[in-house]
């Protein structure tokens, strides 16, 4: 008998912690900046492949709160990558419609980054594709004080405080929360990554590392999402 091939959930909105840039190069014998530059084309890549599958809201983190305590050189390598990619991205992300937005405390870059990222988010407003997050200096704990920051200036009353008057004052306001993360790499926790709205995501780890992640560990990943019984605390 025939079986009836089920159709593939998309999940709504990725989160992709993309981890190993720095393990690829080193197996290479090359210095951890150039595990980077190759990030960056899997970032590319990947971004635009994810949302030719129908993906609505795709979050990259791309550097971290903690990441400034990594050496000066190497910061200073990611910087000069962010510069590249921004400068790129302004013109690339245009025939596939996305839509970019930065999270994360930006005040802490250079003068020319934020304007980069400022410049980048009013040339891609209006599009109607997918909604790209690219977390930069993001923290979920920075994210939550800042959204507690909002709060007592919006003079919330704490007995009338919900979640979702958390929920909208997070980078992601107005967005739905990840149905799916995926890291690369291997590791097996968050590093800070959307703490609060990870609450009921599915969480998925694989061992390849972000410079070599294509197509088909994309696809393995909503393969294995599928075969996940989401309860939500329910039966
Ligand atoms: C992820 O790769 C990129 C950033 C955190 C900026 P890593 O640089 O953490 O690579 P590994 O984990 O050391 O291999
Ligand atoms: C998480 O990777 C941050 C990003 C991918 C941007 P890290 O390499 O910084 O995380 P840890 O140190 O292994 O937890
Ligand atoms: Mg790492």
Redesign the pocket.
């Known amino acids: 008998m025939k079986k009836e091939a089920k159709e593939l959930v998309i999940p709504q909105h990725v989160g992709i ?4 840039n ?1 393990r690829w190069a080193k197996k290479r014998g090359l210095p951890r900046s150039v595990g980077h530059t190759y990030g960056a084309k899997t970032f590319k890549n990947i971004t635009r492949i994810i949302s030719r599958k129908g993906v609505k809201y795709l979050t990259l ?4 709160t ?2 400034w305590k990594r050496p000066l050189e190497e910061v200073s390598a990611l910087m000069k990558i962010f510069r590249q990619y921004l400068i790129e991205s302004l013109t690339d992300f245009r025939e596939d419609d996305i839509k970019v937005n930065f999270i994360g405390d930006r005040s802490a870059f250079a003068p020319d980054i934020i304007r980069l990222i400022e410049e980048t988010e009013e040339v891609a407003k209006n599009r109607k594709g997918m909604q790209l997050n690219i ?1 930069m200096n ?1 923290g979920g704990r920075d994210e939550i004080v800042n959204a507690v920051r909002i709060l007592l200036k919006d003079n919330v009353l704490p007995e009338q405080l919900t979640a979702q008057d958390i929920s909208s004052r997070l980078y992601t306001a107005g967005q739905p929360d990840p149905d799916l993360i995926i ?1 690369t ?1 291997g ?1 097996h ?1 968050l ?3 959307m703490l609060f709205q990870a609450a009921y995501t599915e969480f998925y780890s694989t061992d390849t590392l ?1 410079p070599d992640f294509k197509e088909e560990d994309f696809d393995k990943a909503i393969l294995v999402f599928n075969q996940r019984n989401r309860r939500f605390g329910g039966v």
């Open positions: 912690i993309m981890d190993g720095g983190y791309a550097f971290s903690e990441n977390a993001y890291r790499g590791e926790r590093s800070n990554f972000w």
